[in-house]
């Protein structure tokens, strides 16, 4: 097997349990390996730290498989790692009723570049490294083993894909598609998910935790949903009770799916939701000079910057964005804001969101910091700012 051999000093991020080999950090590649292929990680003295998967495009040279040295990287290794995830979720007290879950979440399960998520009895994978790519085979060979779903469907679409040298690819890679419209249940709501050409795996799992803090924090308030994309916070604030739900996206077919979503909830008066296809940045201007203002106002986002390289044009917009949101608060109203950039970290993000409270002359204070979901773990596996990050902020009276 072919040896990462590492500069000096620069086994220390992995012996901190750190998943990934910047490319800075490598001397040379003894051997020949091919994208995907493993190889072993050593010292620049020889010492083995362990077995990762190659990847020769990427400014990430290697993403770890296992610290163990001696491990064997083959297909039973990843339907172990799976069949370990999936069970993780199946035995989580605040899981257990979930049609829609987060099976796999990359480092923190293990397998990084591996994301799959469940939509009743359809899965949807996305692999986004080069050894993610080589062993696509096992990995999904492992969620139907693990599962026992009807279909694996394939969205490895992302951006990110460019970075390691990979086009994309979409698809069944497993079973069929049922004919009607796959739909889970979130918090007592009913929601459309369309794997095949819906953001990301069709769903916004990561938020469910927060859409439900939305509904509880909602009743009797008015609300306003920026990017709301198929209406899951709105449909938790009229669930939760909100006077009127005001939602803003700039794509019409996202609005056309969140209307289906609410007429799929009768149980939801559907008289207090006004829906509204626009630029938000424009939309929220035109709020602002027609004197309109909101009891709670949710800010959600696209990623902005999705590398470091990206921070300061996105800090701007973030800076922007929650601007106006504070300026459109009625005294003692909350601002709900989230930001899924990997170039925007916790700490940043909470400076930026302090920095427009400032601007807007609003005495704001921290309610809660928010995260994603249980189902999608943030521990020592997952690299900075590669996660959901989000604020309640509540302004004085």
């Known amino acids: 097997m072919s040896q990462l051999v590492l500069n000096p000093g620069k086994e220390r991020s992995l012996l901190r349990r750190h998943p990934w080999v910047f490319a800075g950090s490598v001397a040379r590649l003894e051997g020949r390996a091919r994208p995907g292929d493993t190889v072993d990680v050593v010292t620049d003295d020889g010492r083995p730290l362990g077995r990762a998967a190659w990847s020769p495009e990427s ?8 610290f163990a040295p001696d491990a064997v990287i083959d297909h039973a290794f990843f339907k172990r790692r799976v069949a370990e995830s999936v069970a993780r979720r199946a035995t989580h007290p605040l899981l257990a009723a979930e049609s829609g879950l987060r099976l796999i979440h990359g480092e923190s399960d293990g397998l990084p570049g591996v994301i799959a998520d469940r939509f009743d009895d359809v899965v949807v994978v996305q692999l986004t490294s080069a050894g993610a790519e080589k062993w696509r085979d096992a990995i999904v060979a492992g969620l139907v083993q693990a599962t026992g779903c009807r279909a694996v469907y394939e969205r490895s679409d992302s951006d990110v894909r460019g970075m390691e040298g990979l086009g994309p690819k979409t698809g069944c890679v497993f079973g069929d598609l049922p004919e009607e419209a796959l739909t889970i249940v979130e918090n007592g709501v009913r929601m459309e998910v369309d794997v095949v050409a819906g953001h990301k795996t069709g769903f916004y799992l990561d938020q469910r935790d927060n859409r439900r803090l939305t509904g509880l924090l909602a009743g009797g308030r008015s609300v306003l949903n920026c ?8 449909l938790q604030a009229l669930a939760g009770g909100a006077a009127s739900v005001l939602s803003i996206d700039s794509s019409g077919p996202a609005l056309d ?3 289906r979503n609410l007429a799929m909830n009768p149980q939801l008066d559907a008289a207090r939701a006004e829906w509204l296809q626009a630029d938000v940045f424009d939309a929220l201007r035109a709020l602002r000079n027609d004197g309109r ?6 800010l959600d986002p696209p990623k902005f910057a999705p590398s470091a390289a990206h921070a300061e044009r996105a800090s701007r917009a973030y800076k922007d964005i929650n601007l106006f949101g504070f300026r459109l608060l009625n005294p003692g109203g909350i601002l709900m804001t989230y930001s899924c950039s990997g170039g925007i970290g916790l700490e940043l993000f909470q400076k930026i969101v302090a920095g427009a409270g400032s601007d807007a002359g609003v005495d704001a204070r921290i309610l809660h910091r928010l995260s994603a979901a249980a189902d999608h773990p943030v521990g020592l596996a997952v690299p900075e700012g590669e996660y959901l990050k989000g604020l309640a902020v509540q302004i004085g009276h």
């Open 293 to 298: 203002r909101f009891d709670l106002i949710v």
């Open 257 to 259: 799916g969140a209307r």
């Open 227 to 234: 990017f709301c994309y198929t209406g899951g916070f709105s």
């Open 59 to 66: 400014q990430i040279r290697a993403r770890m498989w296992s």
